[in-house]
């Protein structure tokens, strides 16, 4: 057998032009103890803090605790299958989680991967799951409302765009629901909500999911989990990943709500894996940067300045307490960063007063300033009338003869209390709000039966969209402010329909 010795030259000269000079440098460690959704890794010296770890069976971990000798990672993802001996691999980059339009409508886990079944998120961009809040000077001061459609709230706590407005109380006294109904009404807003659910029953989750998704709400709407059943480490992260992606929106000009249920699981999972990492527990055994696991979660929503283009990111965190201990550890350090609390408490709610606020705690620190002028103008004095109801009915339950003068506060107090009712899932247009509160306030509703005030407040809402839809819309165009003439016009309508509805009951 011949050699062609032009055609060996030719294959080795082939061979020598397409030869690329690789080496293949990776920082590798290796697992020396793993379990209960951490591990400890030996040979990472270069590794950031942060940083993302591959593991084998694509688990990936996260650089948690910096220490002389080896690196404590959390696991974010199914621990078991990792065994002590198993290489670990530095990525160099930091943990990031895909934004965008694509998110939108979809249920994801905190790392972006789908639970929803509709395949995976095309999303072109990424944002750094951990980054800097806006400083001072990026922010402007928060004047443009965000309406939840529950009167209660925006008539006495309202809350404004780029605001931090805590939800706090007991188990089941209605938590979750405000900011359920808070999404629903940003329907045609323009505002993209996010809604984080940590530590939650999948079956609440569910739930959650599905009245979203009855009211269309879904469709603007992005649900993260970290369920129960969820390794503390997804728990952990889940609220920075959820703001991660409303930031997007809020960097691009645009208005973002989050909703984060709840940050006391969050708490307890990053209690759990600080303990486990041998981290000095203090105050209730949490770690004591507890307070800025919290604090750098929260200041990352805000109102930018127009140079930044005017976005705003509100956030509606969710903190349980037990019994009512509002001066428990995690609860006084949430209402400590943010801008005001809406306290509901359990007898409220047991006597049927839905939402169950308790007006003397609950407060707003935005104030007016993120109301409209026709909701300022109404319910100005109803927090403090309410408040004194309060005090007056526990007066009067001492069973002592009450003058003319109190008995009249008193109806006036439970009309109001009956007008502030609100059902599930029913947010209210604010023009509406402004017109059921300036007749209970104005004591068009005294001659009312207490039994027969939702009955009024929904025949008079039909009706007056019916017979009075020019005043409404009159109302509407000037942004809700209500001169003198808007006013009389809206009083007269409401004696007219009162002499009506008197007459049908």
């Known amino acids: 057998m011949k050699f062609k010795a032009d055609e060996i030259a030719s294959v080795i000269q082939k061979e020598i032009e397409q030869f690329e000079s690789r080496v293949d440098v990776r920082e590798v460690g290796r697992v020396i103890e793993v379990g209960d959704g951490i591990a400890q890794v030996y040979g990472l010296s270069g590794v950031m803090s942060g940083e993302m770890l591959q593991f084998p069976h694509d688990v990936i971990g996260l650089a948690f605790n910096l220490e002389e000798n080896s690196v404590g990672v959390i696991l974010l993802g199914d621990y078991l299958q990792i065994q002590e001996g198993d290489e670990v691999r530095a990525t160099g980059k930091l943990l990031r989680t895909p934004v965008g339009e694509a998110v939108l409508g979809r249920v994801l886990d905190p790392l972006g991967n789908p639970l929803d079944g509709k395949g995976p998120v095309n999303a072109s961009e990424f944002r750094l799951v951990e980054t800097p809040a806006p400083g001072v000077s990026d922010r402007q001061p928060v004047r443009e409302a965000l309406q939840t459609g529950i009167k209660?709230?925006?008539?006495?706590?309202p809350i404004g765009r780029g605001q931090r407005e805590l939800i706090i109380g007991d188990r089941k006294t209605g938590k979750t629901q405000i900011g359920v109904d808070t999404i629903i009404n940003q329907k045609g807003k323009g505002v993209k909500c996010f809604y984080v659910a940590i530590g939650q029953k999948d079956s609440t989750v569910a739930g959650v999911?599905?009245?979203?998704?009855?009211h269309d709400a879904m469709d603007y709407t992005t649900v993260i989990v970290a369920g129960a059943s969820s390794p503390a480490p997804l728990q952990y992260i889940a609220p920075y990943a959820g703001t991660a992606m409303a930031e997007y929106f809020m960097y691009n000009g645009q208005h973002a709500l989050i909703v984060y249920d709840d940050l006391s699981k969050q708490a307890v999972a990053y209690r759990q894996l600080s303990l486990l990492m041998r981290r000095p527990p203090g105050r209730e055994a949490y770690p004591g940067d507890v307070f800025y696991c919290h604090s750098r979660l929260l200041e990352r929503s805000a109102k930018l300045s127009d140079d930044l283009g005017g976005g705003s990111l509100t956030s509606l965190p969710i903190v349980e307490t037990q019994e009512g201990e509002v001066s428990a550890y995690i609860p006084t350090n949430v209402i400590s960063i943010t801008d005001g609390q809406i306290y509901l408490q359990p007898d409220l709610f047991f006597r049927g007063q839905r939402p169950a606020m308790n007006v003397g705690i609950s407060?707003?620190?935005?104030?007016?300033?993120?109301?409209?002028?026709?909701?300022?103008?109404?319910a100005g004095g109803l927090r403090l009338d309410l408040a004194a109801f309060r005090e007056l009915e526990a007066f009067a339950q001492l069973g002592s003869d009450l003058d003319a003068a109190?008995?009249?506060?008193?109806?006036?107090?439970?009309r109001m209390n009956e007008l502030l009712i609100q059902g599930v899932c029913q947010p209210l247009d604010v023009i509406d709000q402004v017109l059921v509160i300036h007749a209970g306030v104005k004591g068009y509703l005294d001659s009312i039966p207490v039994s027969l005030i939702r009955v009024w407040e929904k025949e008079f809402l039909t009706w007056f969209h019916d017979r009075k839809q020019p005043l409404w819309d009159r109302v509407k165009a000037l942004t809700g402010k209500m001169g003198e003439e808007e006013t009389d016009l809206i009083e007269a309508a409401i004696v007219e329909f009162n002499e009506f509805f008197t007459k049908a009951h």
């Open 209 to 214: 999911i599905e009245t979203l998704r009855q």
């Open 363 to 378: 407060v707003s620190r935005v104030g007016g300033s993120a109301q409209i002028p026709a909701m300022k103008q109404v």
């Open 406 to 414: 109190t008995q009249q506060r008193l109806d006036r107090g439970y």
């Open 152 to 157: 209660a709230i925006d008539a006495m706590t």
